[in-house]
C-alpha cells in the first residue's frame, strides 16, 4: 500500500495512528456517538467515539448540513463547498469523499477534475466560481470571509438560506479536514493504480 | 442564545436564516457545551479545555471570541491567560500552509512557522498545556503537515488516546465554530 501523492476522486481507504477501541469494546454509549451502528466498522469513527457525546455531536451537525435539503442550497454544491475547504486545507482523503459526492450529484466530472488538479483558481463558470472563492476565503487562517464574497454569492443567484448552507458546509470542513489529517492518513487500496 | 449568535452579533435576521438548519445550530451549541463547559475533566481539564481555546481564537484573530475564552482563563489563571496572549502574539501567521507527500503536489508546499515555547512559558504553562498549544498551533496553521509524531509529542507530555481525541476535537471544532463566526458577520454585513 502506499500514500496517494495527488488529488482523487478515486475511492481511499484512512488508517488510523493510534489503535482505536475494538468492536467489542463499544457500549451503548458509544453506538449513541456514532448515530449510525454501521460506522462502528470505520476505524476513524471507533477512534473518535472515545469522546463519544462530542462524536454524536459533530456527526448530527454534519448529517443536518449535508442531508437536509428541503430548501437553500443543492446537496451538490454543499460538497462542492467541502471539497473546496478539503483542496485547501490539504486533505486528500476528505477531497476524494466529497469530490466524488459532488460530481455524482452534479454531473460534472471534469469541473470536479479541474478544482482537484488546478486548485481554487480553476474556472468552473460563476456560480461554481462563486461558490468556490467564498469557501476558500472561509478556510483560510484567519477567516478571509467579507462582504463582496457574499454579494457574488447572491448575484450569482444564491439565496441567504443558500449562503447560509455555504458557510456551513465549508466551515464543517474546518473540523473534518483537521481530524482526519491528524489522527490518520490516507492509503491507496492495493487495487488502485495510481 | 446560542455561542455562535452571541460571538457573531448577528441578529435575528440571521438567526432565522440559521434556523433553516435548526439541527446544525443545536447540535454545534451541543459540542460547545461539551467540550467547554461541562467536559470531562479526567480526560482534559477545564484550565486546558479554555486555555486551548482562547490560544486558537487569537490565532483566528477573533478579539471577540478570544475575550470570551480569555475570560475563562482568566477565571482559573490571570498567568496563563498572559502567556497564552503571548504566545499566540509570537505564532501568528497565515494558513493554512505545510507540506504534500513527495510528488507533484510538492509545487504547492509552502513554508510555515514552528511555535517556539521559551522556558518561562513552559514552566507557567507546564508540560501537557505547553505540548496542548504547540498542538493546537500546529493543527489551526498547518494540518496536512500532520505526522505520527505529533501525537508521540503529546503522549510524551502525558496525553492519552482519549485525551488527544478530546483535544483534536476541541480544536478541530473551534476552527468550526470560528468560521460560522466569520461567515454570519460577513452576511450580516453584506
Redesign the interface.
Known sequence: MS?????TRATLDWLP???PLAESELTERHYDGLVQRPRAKNPYFR??S??P???G??T??D???FH?T???LPRAERELAATTASR????IYCASVHSAFTSHYSKRADDVDRLLAD?VTADLGERWNAVVEASAA??????A???H???RL?AAGLD??A??????A???F??????M???GEPELPESADE | MDVVSILSGAGDDIAGLRDHRRVAVEQTQLAYDLLLESGDGSSMSRLERWAVAAFVALLHADARAADHYLGGVREVSADVALVVVRLAGEGAAAGPYGSYPAGPLSVEDVAGPDLAIDSGAAAALGDRLSAALRHAHRLVLHPRDAAPAWLEDLAIAGWDRPGIVTLSQLVSFLAYQLRLVAGLRALQEA
Open positions: 500514500r496517494p501523492r495527488r488529488f495512528w493510534l489503535e477512534l473518535l472515545d469522546d457525546d462530542v462524536l455531536a459533530r448530527r451537525a448529517l443536518e448540513i437536509n428541503v430548501d437553500g485547501v486545507n490539504g486533505c486548485g472561509l478556510t483560510a487562517t484567519p477567516p470571509i467579507g462582504p464574497h457574499i454579494a447572491r441567504d438560506v449562503i447560509v448552507d455555504v458557510i456551513n465549508a466551515g464543517f474546518a473540523w473534518a479536514n483537521r481530524l489529517l491528524s489522527l
